[in-house]
């Protein structure tokens, strides 16, 4: 087996951190052990830029001590552990006591030794340097069009290993292994410069197609050029399957335990009650085979499952860990998200949804706004009131044409109750499972 995984050594090493804690008075503790090995090709207009081999390797100690709790980490194993957590009972002692810091329930720790084919090892062990240059060599288009003014790509492949382990007699572990490819393309514009990005992730290299993703760089910067401006107003808005995420995240957020636990997120009262559209379903899947985001447990070895977050509307679901359930006296769940999925309504993807609203499906009749990107912004997660910067294509009574530089603005539960229709082109390389989206009624400004 490759040096990239945690050998018995390491794992031993570990665990000698939490046995000398237990010596030194700890009653309880948790040992966190990773490793991590990254192999990078960068090209820079056509060429081989930089070729870069990193590993990390960390080893995290949570010490539960006379009611109070403090985290430890080093990326030294083999020496100094006993003075490392000398030092750390030390520390901990001096903390104020917190009787709501506990390990988790050993009950809802993960267990299983399921094959959620997330590593491919025989894969990751078949890369060489030579063929990692040829897969970002393969993925350059620079010097296909006369109007590509620079490239930037990058290849890069990782190995993640990771053991967890406490004093209740937990141990899990899982790796993971993953291929990647962008590619950035800055074309000739009229009087500027656009451009483009796109990338792609694989289990295997063999899945990775480099090539077609700078073909749709390329081909995303030469359609960027020539934007104009389009007046302002309640208009269609589609976003997608790429950009769609970007409007899932702070209703991830506000679920958050520790943002309910502070006041400080917009579903922090609607738990039970119906807050989004009748038809919307999303479900944290953690365990899809060989999905991005599937999982085994949590970031403390609770068992990551299915669990629905919004059911027909309603919302089912925070994400609640050990500590704020004892916090604020309720059931714990996991401590986040790792891959939601938003359900689709129609079998159709993007281009067809942009036709079905050009034909009125979501009225716009100022117009239809296709969000391609977002562009900074920023939600407060008390409120949900939002404004994010967005580009991408106008349809309407001024014809068609790109568009930069718009600004949407409203609220998170008011956009998403004004969620026409959910497609089914969600990108397989996103943990984060979200189709293009349609929403009416939204307010742009440019």
């Known amino acids: 087996m490759t040096d990239a995984f945690l050998n018995n050594s390491e794992i031993a090493s570990a665990r000698a951190f939490m046995e000398k804690a237990l010596e030194a008075g700890a009653q309880k503790c948790r040992v966190t052990v990773s490793k991590s090995v990254m192999d990078l090709v960068g090209v820079l207009d056509g060429q081989v830029d930089k070729i870069t081999h990193s590993m990390d390797r960390a080893v995290t100690l949570a010490i539960f001590a006379d009611g109070r709790f403090g985290t430890f980490s080093t990326n030294k194993f083999e020496e100094g552990v006993e003075d490392f957590v000398k030092k750390a009972m030390e520390t901990v002692r001096m903390m104020a006591p917190d009787e709501c810091r506990d390990l988790p329930d050993p009950s809802r720790t993960e267990k299983d030794s399921e094959d959620i084919k997330v590593c491919d090892t025989p894969a990751y062990e078949s890369m060489t340097m030579e063929l990692r240059i040829r897969k970002a060599l393969e993925g350059s288009v620079f010097g296909t069009n006369p109007d590509i003014v620079s490239e930037e790509a990058e290849y890069s492949d990782t190995l993640t290993d990771l053991c967890i382990m406490d004093s209740n007699g937990l141990f899990c572990r899982q790796s993971e292994c993953t291929f990647d490819f962008a590619n950035e393309i800055t074309v000739k514009d009229a009087d500027a410069k656009v451009s483009a990005y796109w990338w792609d992730a694989a289990r295997s290299p063999l899945k990775l197609d480099t090539a077609a993703v700078g073909r749709k760089a390329l081909k995303d910067a030469l359609d960027k050029r020539d934007a104009k401006e389009c007046a302002g107003g309640k208009m269609a808005m589609v976003v997608d399957y790429e950009s769609a995420s970007?409007?899932?995240?702070?209703?991830?957020?506000?679920?958050?335990?520790?943002?309910?636990?502070?006041?400080?997120?917009?579903?922090?009262?609607?738990?039970?009650?119906?807050?989004?559209p009748d038809f919307l379903n999303i479900t944290e899947r953690p365990r899809e085979e060989g999905a991005y985001g599937s999982r085994l447990f949590d970031s403390v070895g609770i068992s990551a499952r299915?669990?629905?977050?919004?059911?027909?509307?309603?919302?089912?679901?925070?994400?609640?860990?050990?500590?704020?359930?004892?916090?604020?006296?309720?059931?714990?769940?996991?401590?986040?998200?790792?891959?939601?999925?938003?359900?689709?309504?129609?079998?159709?993807?993007?281009?067809?949804?942009?036709?079905?609203?050009?034909?009125?499906?979501?009225?716009?009749?100022?117009?239809?706004?296709?969000?391609?990107?977002?562009?900074?912004?920023?939600?407060?997660?008390?409120?949900?009131?939002?404004?994010?910067?967005?580009?991408?294509?106008?349809?309407?009574?001024?014809?068609?044409?790109?568009?930069?530089?718009?600004?949407i603005t409203g609220n998170m539960l008011e956009l998403w109750n004004n969620l026409v229709a959910v497609g089914n082109d969600a990108r397989p390389c996103r943990p984060r499972v979200v189709p293009t989206l349609v929403f009416k009624d939204v307010d742009f400004n440019s």
Not at 322 to 336: E, R
């Open 246 to 276: 970007r409007l899932l995240a702070p209703v991830l957020s506000a679920m958050n335990g520790f943002a309910i636990q502070q006041n400080n997120s917009f579903l922090a009262d609607k738990l039970g009650q119906k807050c989004f």
């Open 306 to 407: 299915e669990m629905p977050l919004v059911s027909n509307g309603v919302l089912k679901n925070w994400f609640v860990n050990t500590y704020i359930s004892k916090k604020m006296g309720i059931s714990s769940t996991v401590d986040d998200a790792s891959r939601p999925v938003v359900a689709s309504t129609t079998a159709k993807g993007c281009k067809e949804l942009l036709e079905d609203c050009l034909k009125g499906l979501a009225g716009g009749n100022n117009g239809t706004v296709l969000v391609t990107g977002f562009n900074g912004g920023n939600c407060n997660s008390a409120t949900g009131d939002f404004s994010f910067g967005a580009e991408g294509f106008y349809y309407g009574p001024d014809g068609s044409f790109p568009v930069r530089e718009l600004v």
